[in-house]
Structure formats: C-alpha cells, structure tokens
C-alpha cells in the first residue's frame, strides 16, 4: 500500500471511531435519567430441613426402582403374529 493510501485509512478509521463514540455517548445520556424502580427481595433460604411427609414416605410405599413383570415373558412377538 502507498502512503497516501495508509492514510486514508488512518483518517476514515478516526472519522468512524469518533462518530461511533458520540452517538453511543449520545444514546446512552438521552436513556439516563434516573427513575425509581421497585425491586422485589428474596426471602433468604433456611438451614431448617423439614421432615418429609409420611404419608408419601413410608416402608409400604410403591417403589419406582424395581422391575415389575406382567405375564409370561416367553412370547417376543408382538400382539402373536396376526
């Protein structure tokens, strides 16, 4: 690249960089006036553990984790060929 070219570059790199900064200067002061605004709080958590209830927790309760089989389980095809 020749000098004049480099230049060039150097001034509309500038021009760009010095417009960009007004105008975002400019959006962020005209958005900046200061209003009240309502926040609502979090309740803090508690280090209190609850029991659960034990009318879903007992020792006659369904357990999800074992297998149940239905049936006779030799027959792999379904609905018997038909």
């Given at each position: 690249?020749?000098?004049n070219e480099?230049?060039?570059l150097i001034v509309i790199?500038?021009?760009?960089a010095l417009s960009s900064y007004f105008l975002i200067?400019?959006?962020?002061q005209s958005?900046?006036?200061q209003k009240p605004v309502n926040v609502k709080v979090a309740a803090p958590i508690s280090t209190v553990v609850t029991q659960p209830n034990?009318?879903?927790f007992n020792k006659e309760a369904?357990?999800?984790?074992?297998k149940v089989k239905i049936?006779?389980?030799a027959n792999n095809q379904p609905f018997n060929g038909q």
């Open positions: 690249m020749k000098r480099i230049a060039l790199v500038g021009i760009s200067n400019s959006i962020v958005n900046g006036s034990p009318a879903v369904l357990n999800p984790t074992i049936g006779d389980q």
